[in-house]
């Protein structure tokens, strides 16, 4: 394959001299995280996790973002990630993913006239947007993305199974693939809710 993690030689100065955290390398494949501020469990209800499916949908279609490998926990998202070539800028696509994302679910959150939690909620994220130079009013989801690029196979496989197996290790299925909003069930022959590109 034609991507980074699949790379030997991997003492060479430019990778040593790369930092964990960033979009370095513009040909790499990254884990990402993304956490809702202060954990808050968000995504037990599925019309935010659709929201935020709907997005990463767009920004494959229309960003140039491939997909690897997800999972929509209650709190936070994994990804697998990587721009394709005719795109300059994996962060850019990051930052407006998470800007439409706030804002929609935020929206979703204050209109949703079945959400017993909608105060709350909304204040939290509010308390988070004032503490928050870089934010207005609101402040969904928390500034690090902590991104890792893979670059060996078993770093990568590591990742992949520590996505698939979030599921698995919070109690609520017995097989990673029998977890809806993720992307084991892919990696296990049938089909996600994701168009993805398999690793393996």
Same mark, same amino acid.
């Given at each position: 394959? *034609?991507?980074? $993690? ?45 929201? $935020? ?13 491939? $997909?690897?490998?997800? $999972? ?10 990587? *721009? ?8 850019? /696509?990051? *930052? ?20 017993? *939690? ?5 204040? /939290? ?76």
């Amino acid at each position: 394959m *034609r991507r980074s $993690v699949f790379r030997h030689g991997l003492e060479n100065n430019n990778y040593k001299n790369m930092s964990a955290y960033k979009f370095d390398d513009p040909e790499g494949i990254y884990f990402v995280t993304f956490t809702v501020v202060e954990w808050i469990d968000v995504f037990t209800r599925s019309e935010y996790s659709e929201i $935020v499916l709907d997005s990463i949908r767009y920004c494959q279609k229309e960003k140039g973002l491939e $997909v690897y490998a997800w $999972v929509i926990m209650s709190n936070h998202i994994h990804l697998i990630i990587s *721009r394709n070539e005719n795109v300059n800028d994996l962060s850019a /696509i990051v *930052r407006d993913f998470k800007k439409f994302t706030a804002s929609h679910i935020l929206k979703s959150i204050e209109n949703n006239t079945h959400e017993s *939690r909608k105060n709350w909620m909304l204040w /939290i994220f509010s308390s988070a947007g004032k503490k928050n130079k870089n934010n207005t009013n609101f402040q969904f989801w928390k500034q690090d993305n902590h991104a890792e690029l893979l670059m060996t196979n078993k770093f990568m496989q590591q990742k992949l199974d520590y996505i698939h197996n979030n599921p698995v290790v919070a109690g609520l299925v017995d097989e990673p693939e029998y977890y809806k909003y993720s992307s084991a069930s892919d990696y296990a022959g049938q089909k996600g809710l994701l168009k993805i590109k398999l690793l393996v």
